[in-house]
């Protein structure tokens, strides 16, 4: 697995994210023997940078990423994320950014993590009521105390990134990019290139869709969250299998899967770009990190990037509220 540079932090250029073990798709938290021995898979086959936060769950995907980790902590480059968890007692899907409550979040994502510092810590949404100023010095502070070594952003708009990185370096920025979810490259992509920071994209395999293995959502299980997102639902989602069913064309043509093709196409956005690509299963986490040495041709890659739009939002309005566009 090659190594890429997130700003000045090293990781493999194929991560894992491990939100879907706990939290949001169906099975998650049905088999946490698999879900564990997916990480030890991945840090074998040299995916050591892994992807938590404390809202996944909350609080039980840090908590098994820690199990996982024992004895494994320097082998990996770990990023968790606060900021959607109030610890005012307002809890989950309240955001917070204020220096106090990350504060109080810090320690908790140290204890379940089991380790005394986080490699890269990020807001996982901008808060409107925090001056990010402040969010960052706080961060800043954290980083003098070595509680984390890096700070991080989540679906941050270019002004919000801009005075944060004044403040204090921003590492990477992580936000939703993948053949079916192009709009950061108009606006954001042109920031990060210029201050030097990296791009980690999150559900780059449009949360399953791309793989070509989701052809209903009959399967989802009651509580499975892509049942309110606007692309898994009514005709969007009917619309949408062209966009798996071409990525599986260009997939048969390159000899690889549509999960690496998906991959291989945010490889081939640049050496800073880190996808994190979820998945709970020791097969998965082989296929999609084999991702690395799938080369696809310009060709390929430009029939990829000729895709037609997806129909539908990524998220439903409530969710989309939360992000800066
Ligand atoms: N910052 C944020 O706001 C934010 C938001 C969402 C996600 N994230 C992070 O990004 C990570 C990845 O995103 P994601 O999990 O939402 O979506 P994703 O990586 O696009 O897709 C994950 C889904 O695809 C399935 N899958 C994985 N590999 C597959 C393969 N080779 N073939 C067929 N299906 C496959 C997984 O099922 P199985 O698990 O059953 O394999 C899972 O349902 C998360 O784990 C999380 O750490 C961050």
Redesign the pocket.
């Known amino acids: 697995m090659k190594r890429i540079l997130l700003g000045d932090l090293e990781v493999s250029r194929i991560g894992l ?4 073990m706990s939290y ?2 169906t ?1 998650a938290g049905t088999d946490d023997a698999e879900s564990v021995r997916t990480i030890h898979r991945a840090l074998d086959l040299g995916v050591t940078f892994l ?2 936060a404390e809202f996944y769950g909350p609080y039980t995907n840090e908590e098994l990423v820690g199990r996982a980790l024992k004895g494994r902590r320097d082998q990996v480059v770990l990023a968790t ?1 606060f900021g959607l968890v109030s610890h005012a007692g307002d809890g989950p899907w309240n955001l917070d950014s204020s220096p106090a409550n990350i504060r109080v979040a810090v320690e908790g994502s140290l204890r379940r993590l089991g380790t005394d510092h986080i490699d890269l810590y990020y807001q ?1 949404r901008v808060d409107p009521k925090v001056p990010i100023e402040e969010t960052a010095g706080a961060l800043a502070e954290l980083v003098r105390q070595g509680k984390i070594r890096h700070i991080g952003l ?2 941050a708009g270019p002004e919000t990134i801009r005075r944060a990185h004044a403040v204090h370096p921003v590492t990477a920025v ?1 936000s ?1 990019y ?1 053949l079916w979810t192009r709009g950061l490259e108009e606006r954001v992509l042109p920031v990060l290139r210029e201050l030097g920071i990296g791009l980690v994209p ?7 869709f791309l ?1 070509g ?1 989701i052809r209903s959502t009959d399967g989802f299980a009651e509580d499975d969250f892509r049942h309110g997102n606007p692309r898994f639902t009514g005709d969007n989602f009917r619309l949408n299998l062209r966009i798996a069913d071409e990525v599986e064309a260009v997939a048969a043509e390159a000899g690889a ?1 549509p ?1 690496q093709v998906a991959l291989a196409w945010l490889l081939a956005q640049g050496d800073d770009v880190a996808p ?6 020791v097969g ?1 986490v082989e ?2 990190s084999a991702a690395d040495g799938v080369r696809l041709t310009p060709g390929q890659i430009g029939r990829l990037s000729g895709l037609p739009p997806a129909a539908g939002d990524t998220h439903p309005e409530s969710g989309l509220r939360m992000m800066e566009r």
């Open positions: 994210g491990t939100m879907g949001a798709y099975g992807d938590t994320k996982h989540s679906e992580q939703e993948s999150f559900s780059p395999l449009g949360r399953g793989t293995k899967t999960a994190i690509p979820g998945t709970k299963r998965r296929e999609n």
